[in-house]
C-alpha cells in the first residue's frame, strides 16, 4: 500500500523567513496530494491541494509542487507569520479518494 | 458554512467497556471517513463509505472495531471492547468529488472525539 513519508519533523523559523516541507510517496497510482494544517487541540484544515496533471499551484503566500517522476512533493510557506506555526500534514490518495494516507506531520514553528 | 458535525466531543471510559462515536457529514457529501489520530502522529485511516457501502477497512481492527453508515447519511464507529492502547482521537471527515479531468475528493474534517481508556 501507499507510503508517505515526510520532512522535517519539526522546523523553526524567524518571521517574514520562508519554511519548506517536503514528501514522498510510493504508490505511482496517487494522484491527489492534499497538505492540511492542524493547530493545538483543533480539526485539520486543508490548506491548498495539487493534482498530478499541474506541477506548481499557489495561494497567496503558500504553494505547493509536485515531482510525480521523483514522486515527491513539497509545501513553501513565505513571509511566514506567528499564526502559521501549527503542525502540517500532507496526504496523497488514488481516484475518487481511495487509499487515503497521511505523512507523519511537521511542527512548524514561527519565532517572532 | 457547513461543517461535519461529531459527538461527544470528550469521552473517558474503562478498559473492557464499549464505546460509540457518532458523526454527521456535510450535506450532500457521499463519502465519509474515520480516523483515529495518536498524538503526535498523522490520522490513520479506519473506514471509508460511499453512501452506505464500505469502501475500505482494511486498517480496522475488526475484532473490536465497527462501523456502519445505514442510511449513507451519519455514521457511528464503536469499539467492544475498549482497550488501553485505543486512547486518541477519532476523527470523523466527509467529501464530495470535485471535476476536473482527474476525480478526486477534498476532505472536512469534524473537531473530533478524543477518547480516554483507563
Known amino acids: 500500500g501507499e507510503n508517505v513519508e515526510q520532512h522535517p519533523s519539526t522546523l523553526s523559523v524567524q518571521e517574514g523567513d520562508s519554511a519548506v516541507i517536503k514528501c514522498t510517496y510510493s504508490?505511482?497510482?496517487?494522484?491527489?496530494f492534499p497538505w492540511y494544517k492542524q493547530e493545538l487541540g483543533k480539526r485539520p484544515q486543508l490548506i491548498i491541494d495539487?493534482?498530478?496533471?499541474?506541477g506548481e499551484k499557489k495561494d497567496q503566500r503558500i504553494a505547493v509542487t509536485l515531482n510525480k517522476t521523483a514522486k515527491h512533493f513539497s509545501l513553501h510557506i513565505t513571509e511566514t507569520q506567528p499564526e502559521d506555526s501549527a503542525v502540517y500534514f500532507c496526504?496523497?490518495?488514488?481516484?475518487?479518494?481511495?487509499?487515503?494516507?497521511f505523512g507523519p506531520g511537521t511542527r512548524l514553528s514561527v519565532l517572532p | 458554512e457547513a461543517e461535519v458535525a461529531q459527538s461527544p466531543r470528550y469521552k473517558i471510559t474503562e478498559k473492557s467497556q464499549a464505546v460509540a462515536f457518532w458523526c454527521d457529514p456535510i450535506?450532500?457529501?457521499?463519502?465519509l471517513y474515520w480516523y483515529r489520530q495518536i498524538l503526535g502522529q498523522g490520522p490513520e485511516l479506519l473506514v471509508q463509505?460511499?453512501?452506505?457501502?464500505?469502501?475500505?477497512d482494511s486498517q480496522l481492527p475488526k475484532d473490536r472495531f465497527s462501523a456502519e453508515r445505514l442510511k449513507g447519511v451519519d455514521s457511528t464507529l464503536k469499539i467492544q471492547p475498549a482497550e488501553l492502547g485505543d486512547s486518541a482521537m477519532y476523527l470523523c471527515?466527509?467529501?464530495?468529488?470535485?471535476?476536473?479531468?482527474?476525480?478526486?475528493?477534498?476532505?472536512?474534517f469534524g473537531p473530533g472525539t478524543r477518547l480516554l481508556v483507563l
Open positions: 471527515a466527509s467529501s464530495s468529488i470535485t471535476g476536473g479531468p482527474f476525480l478526486s475528493e477534498t476532505q472536512y
Open positions: 504508490d505511482s497510482a496517487s494522484n491527489y
Open positions: 495539487i493534482r498530478s496533471n499541474v
Open positions: 496526504a496523497a490518495s488514488t481516484n475518487y479518494g481511495q487509499n487515503f494516507v
Open positions: 450535506s450532500g457529501h457521499a463519502t
Open positions: 463509505f460511499q453512501d452506505e457501502s464500505v469502501v475500505d
